[in-house]
C-alpha cells in the first residue's frame, strides 16, 4: 500500500491560493490520487481525483508529475470556509468484490485567516 | 444526492454495554464501510461490505461485529463496550463497479464510553 507524507498544518489568507502538497514515492502503477475535505463534526468530503498530468473541476485543481511520486492540490483565492482538513490518499477505485483499501492519514490541518 | 445517515450523532453509554449504530444509504451502493476518527490518527478502518451478507476486517476489527442483512443498512456492534472505543464514528458507502471509488460519508457518530 502506498504511504502517503503531507504537511500536519498550513495557514493561509482569505484570497490567496493554497498548495498542498502530497508525496507517495511507492504509488503503484494502478492507483489514482484521490483528496477529500473534512469539517469538524463532518465525514470527509470527495474533493478530487487523478491519475497524471493535471485535472481541475470547479472546486480544485490537481497536479500531478510525470513520475506520480506526488501530488499538488490547489485552492484557487481560498475563503474562510475552505479551513478543514485535507486528506491525500492513493489506491485504486473499489470494484465490486474487490478491495483495495484507502488509507487516510492524519491529514492537513488548513486555517484560512482574513 | 447520496445520503448516508447515521442513527444517532451523539451516543453515551458504560462499559460492558452493547452498542449499537445504525447506518443507511438511499443510493443502492454495493459497498459500505465504518471507520473510527481519533485525533492525530486519522481514519482508521474497522470493517468494510461489499455485498449483503458479506463482511470483512479493516485494519482494526477487534472488539467490533457487523451485519449487512439488506442492501442499505450497515449495523456496528461494540459486544461490550470499552473506554477505549470513546471515538467518532463514520459511515460510508461506495459504488460497486468503475468510477472514482468516492466514498460518501455520514455525519459521524459521537461515542464515549464511561
Known amino acids: 500500500l502506498a504511504k502517503t507524507t503531507q504537511p500536519i498544518s498550513m495557514d493561509s489568507y482569505e484570497g490567496q491560493e493554497v498548495n498542498i502538497t502530497c508525496s507517495h514515492n511507492n504509488i503503484a502503477t494502478n492507483d489514482y490520487i484521490t483528496w477529500y475535505q473534512q469539517f469538524p463534526s463532518q465525514g470527509p468530503r470527495f474533493i478530487i481525483q487523478?491519475?497524471?498530468t493535471k485535472v481541475t473541476n470547479e472546486v480544485a485543481s490537481l497536479f500531478i508529475p510525470a513520475d506520480r511520486k506526488s501530488s499538488t492540490l490547489s485552492l484557487p483565492r481560498v475563503s474562510l470556509s475552505d479551513t478543514a482538513v485535507y486528506y491525500c490518499?492513493?489506491?485504486?477505485?473499489?470494484?465490486?468484490?474487490?478491495?483495495?483499501?484507502?488509507?487516510f492519514g492524519a491529514g492537513t490541518r488548513l486555517a484560512v485567516h482574513p | 444526492d447520496v445520503k448516508v445517515t447515521q442513527s444517532s450523532r451523539y451516543l453515551v453509554k458504560r462499559t460492558g454495554e452493547k452498542v449499537f449504530l445504525e447506518c443507511v444509504q438511499d443510493m443502492d451502493h454495493e459497498n459500505m464501510f465504518w471507520y473510527r476518527q481519533d485525533p492525530g490518527l486519522g481514519l482508521r478502518l474497522i470493517y468494510f461490505?461489499?455485498?449483503?451478507?458479506?463482511?470483512e476486517k479493516g485494519d482494526i476489527p477487534e472488539g467490533y461485529s457487523v451485519s449487512r442483512e439488506k442492501k442499505e443498512r450497515f449495523s456496528l456492534i461494540l459486544e461490550s463496550a470499552s473506554t477505549n472505543q470513546t471515538s467518532m464514528y463514520l459511515c460510508?458507502?461506495?459504488?460497486?463497479?468503475?468510477?472514482?471509488?468516492?466514498?460518501?460519508f455520514g455525519e459521524g457518530s459521537r461515542l464515549t464510553v464511561l
Open positions: 490518499l492513493v489506491g485504486a477505485p473499489m470494484f465490486s468484490g474487490g478491495y483495495n483499501k484507502l488509507i
Open positions: 461490505s461489499y455485498d449483503v451478507k458479506m463482511k
Open positions: 487523478g491519475y497524471k
Open positions: 460510508a458507502s461506495s459504488p460497486g463497479t468503475g468510477g472514482t471509488g468516492e466514498l460518501f
